[in-house]
Each structure stands twice: as structure tokens, then as C-alpha cells.
């Protein structure tokens, strides 16, 4: 039988040297933040990984999806007609409303609002581990995704962007211990915070006085404030306001607006200020 | 110059980074198996001349870039239960392996500890007790995984 380590360092002095690099990197990492270089290549280099975890339920969806009845399909196409038709029926009233918005604020002399340009990406994995809520979609820096960026779905907000890999970006959710988004209130107009609770489907509001105007199921749109997310998405509704005197502040609850744990597509915002601007594979969706 | 079995090895962590990261309906997702350490845990057993605190340092930074916490995170519990393991191989290959599985299920438990620690530490996470469920998983699986992978290491003699 072979002995353990004829040559080379004993375990010991590899464990404290394996234990040192950990720490260091932990340190490097969160506290001084400079590992985003690295992080960028870890992310590329794990990309395949990603992708072939995807690889048989990809398969399995488009399996199902070839043996659809042409029953079926014929109903879903029919839905989704109606659905267009809805939708552009309600464009119609936006155009409208986008240009009187537009005449006012020339009338006001106030800055213009541009429009922001958008891309959907696919979410390809959920992080499993409860300590961090997180998405990954299939968008990265060669799409021109970057860092700080906002991500949305058909119904509201959902996080923002925290690495970038080559092919692939992790997205942080609103619902994350350790993110906050700025929000007003749609009916009252007052500005407040929401910490993410570590519980999908949980936001608390910070910071909120006891006298406060607001009220359970007021709709909760992002303020801009941050200077991350672009204002007036929805976010959340407000699910109860408990005003416990004994306590500095009210404890209020809300619910997020998106299904952060169904989340399938999600639409990334570019605003027309950033640096970054999106590529596009093929032509110009947006 | 590879080392003979060098690819084998490699195989084995990319099926279990793989596992690792498969998107799962969320009712099993809270019990799957730690297969990143059980493959690295049994390597440690069999080999641990070759497969040491290295290859658990690696590993635990892959699995830390593809749960997305924060570098080192991972990297450290891995190679806590790896020192053990590689420490008392002799005496670990001894026990048959209803006990062993035993054993996985306390190293899985303390590797998750340790990780949830170092995310106390990091940001004040709050205690989720499905997140150590794994560990009982793991031991089980133990079970099936110690003799496929050794009819792995016989069949393409890795050494």
C-alpha cells in the first residue's frame, strides 16, 4: 500500500495552508469586494456546467412539446390571439398617453422621460441554498448585460443583476437578507424600503413610523431613488401593518407582485443613460 | 503529463457539479443529496495520496461560483471534512458501510454547519433547518454511490 505523502507537505500543514486560502479569499471576496475579475472567469468557466444541468429538462419540454395535439395547439394559438389583440388594443391608449405626457412636461419644462430599451432572457438555474436568493439567466456581458442592472418580469420587478459571467449573469433577488429597494407608494405617495426577508415571497418594510398614512394592499412602485431600479414598476403589495407601540417602528409586510420562486423569462432594462447598451443576437426585439 | 485516471476523476466532480446545480421541483430540492462532497469524500477515502485538500479547495470555490456565495465559503467546510477523512482513511475503510454512511451523514452535517456559519458571519442569515435535511439524504445515497464508484475506480484503475 502506497503511504500517505511521501513527498510534499504533511496534512496538517496542507489543511492550514488549504484553511488559510479559504479565509483569504472569503476576505478577498466580501470585504474588499476585488474579486469581480476572477468572479467573471469562475462564472464563464462553470457555464457548461450550468447549461448541461438544463440539458435534460430542455429535452423534456420539447419533447412534450412536439407530441402537443394540433387541439391544443390550435387553442393556445387562438388564446394568444386574443391576448395580441387586447394588449395592442391598450398600446394604442399608451401611444396616446406617452405623447400628452410628453406635450405636458415640454409645457412644465421638466426633463424628458426616454424610453428604456429591454431584452428577455431564459433562467436557467435557482440557487438552491436558502442563505442566498438567486436566479441565473441565460444573458451575459456579450449581450451587454453589466452589473447593477435591473431585472423585470411580465408583472413587476423582480432583482437586479449581481455577476456577469460571459454567456450567463446572476441575478439577486428583491427577496434576498441582504437586498433593499427603494419604493413609494402608488396612492399616497410615501417613500419607503424594502428589505428582502430571505422568505420568497416576503419583503419587509423598513423604517416605517407608527403615524404612518400608508394602508393594507396599497400597491408599492419602485421611486428611482436608488439610482439602480427605474421608477414607477410595481413591486409589491402590502400585506398587514402591525403598529406595535413597545416597538421603534410599525411592522409592515408586503408581498411581492412577481412570483419570485415561478419566474421562467425575465426582461433585462437598459436605460438610455447607461454605458452598456444591449446586443442583440439576430434584430432588435424592443 | 496526466496522470493515468486523471480523466475519470474529472468526470466524476463535472457529474456531480452537474447534480449539483439540475433544477429540481422544490419538494425534493430541500433533500438533495451533497453529491459534491460525497464524490470528493469517497476519492478522499481511496485515494488520498492523490485526491486531498487541493482538489476539496477547488471543488468548494466551483461550488461557491455555482450557488453563488460568497468565494471561499464552500472551500472551507470542504476542506474541514476532507482533513478528517483523509486523516483517518485506514480506520475509515474499515467500517462496513451502513457505518460509514453514519459518518457521511456527521461530515455532510459539519460541512454544512460550517457553512452556515460562515454565511452568519458573512450577513446575519437566519437559521433554516431544511438546510441540514440534506445530510440524512446523503447517507443514504452513500449507500449506493461508495460501490459504484468503486466499480468505477476498478474498471478504469485509478490509483
Known amino acids: 500500500m502506497k503511504t500517505l505523502f511521501v513527498r510534499g507537505p504533511s496534512l496538517l500543514s496542507r489543511l492550514v495552508l488549504a484553511l488559510a486560502c479559504s479565509f483569504l479569499l472569503i476576505f478577498i471576496d466580501h470585504r474588499l469586494q476585488a474579486m469581480q475579475p476572477v468572479r467573471l472567469f469562475l462564472n464563464s468557466l462553470v457555464t457548461p456546467v450550468q447549461y448541461l444541468a438544463i440539458l435534460p429538462e430542455q429535452i423534456l419540454s420539447g419533447f412534450s412539446e412536439s407530441i402537443k395535439t394540433q387541439d391544443q395547439l390550435s387553442d393556445e ?7 395580441l389583440l387586447e394588449l395592442q388594443g391598450q398600446l394604442q391608449q399608451f401611444q ?6 410628453k406635450r405636458l412636461r415640454e409645457l412644465l419644462g421638466s426633463e424628458q422621460r426616454v424610453p428604456n430599451r429591454r431584452m428577455v432572457a431564459e433562467v436557467i438555474a435557482v440557487a438552491s441554498e436558502p442563505f442566498s436568493q438567486q436566479l441565473v439567466i441565460n444573458k451575459g456581458t456579450l449581450s451587454g448585460v453589466y452589473e447593477g442592472q435591473a431585472v423585470l418580469d411580465n ?79 410595481p413591486v409589491a403589495r402590502i400585506r398587514s401593518i402591525v403598529r406595535d407601540e413597545s416597538l421603534p417602528f410599525a411592522q409592515v409586510q408586503a408581498d411581492p407582485i412577481s412570483a419570485l420562486d415561478r419566474v421562467r423569462n425575465v426582461l433585462l432594462l437598459w436605460r438610455s443613460d447607461d454605458q452598456q447598451q444591449p446586443i442583440y443576437e439576430d434584430q432588435p426585439d424592443a | 503529463m496526466l496522470k493515468h485516471g486523471t480523466f475519470t476523476l474529472i468526470l466524476t466532480y463535472l457529474v456531480a457539479l452537474v447534480l449539483m446545480v439540475m433544477p429540481m421541483p422544490a419538494a425534493f430540492d430541500t433533500f438533495r443529496p451533497d453529491w459534491v462532497t460525497l464524490v470528493l469524500l ?49 480506520r475509515f475503510r474499515n467500517f462496513s458501510l451502513p457505518q460509514q454512511a453514519i459518518l457521511v451523514a456527521f461530515l ?17 442569515a437566519e437559521f433554516t433547518a431544511s438546510y441540514f435535511w440534506p445530510a440524512f439524504t446523503s447517507a443514504v445515497f452513500w449507500l449506493w454511490l461508495f460501490p459504484l464508484l468503486r466499480k468505477i475506480r476498478r474498471h478504469f484503475k485509478v490509483a
Open chain 2, 42 to 90: 469517497y476519492w478522499v477515502l481511496a485515494i488520498p495520496h492523490r485526491v486531498n485538500m487541493g482538489t476539496a479547495l477547488i471543488l468548494g470555490v466551483l461550488s461557491d461560483i455555482l450557488l453563488g456565495s460568497v468565494l471561499g465559503v464552500h472551500a472551507l467546510g470542504m476542506v474541514v471534512v476532507t482533513y478528517f477523512v483523509a486523516r483517518h482513511f485506514q
Open chain 1, 77 to 83: 394559438n387562438q388564446r394568444l390571439k386574443k391576448q
Open chain 1, 155 to 233: 408583472r413587476g420587478i423582480i432583482g437586479q443583476v449581481q455577476d456577469v459571467g460571459s454567456n450567463t449573469a446572476r441575478v439577486l433577488l428583491i427577496s434576498d437578507q441582504s437586498h433593499a429597494i427603494p419604493l413609494r407608494s402608488e396612492r399616497s405617495d410615501i417613500r419607503v424600503l424594502a428589505q428582502g426577508t430571505g422568505e420568497i415571497g416576503r419583503l419587509q418594510l423598513m423604517f416605517v413610523p407608527h403615524s404612518t398614512g400608508l394602508k393594507e394592499g396599497d400597491l408599492l412602485v419602485s421611486s428611482g431613488l436608488g439610482g439602480v431600479y427605474p421608477e414607477g414598476y
Open chain 2, 108 to 124: 455532510i452535517l459539519l460541512k454544512r454547519m460550517i457553512v452556515f456559519q460562515a454565511n452568519v458571519f458573512i450577513h446575519d
Open chain 1, 96 to 101: 396616446f398617453i406617452t405623447n400628452e405626457n
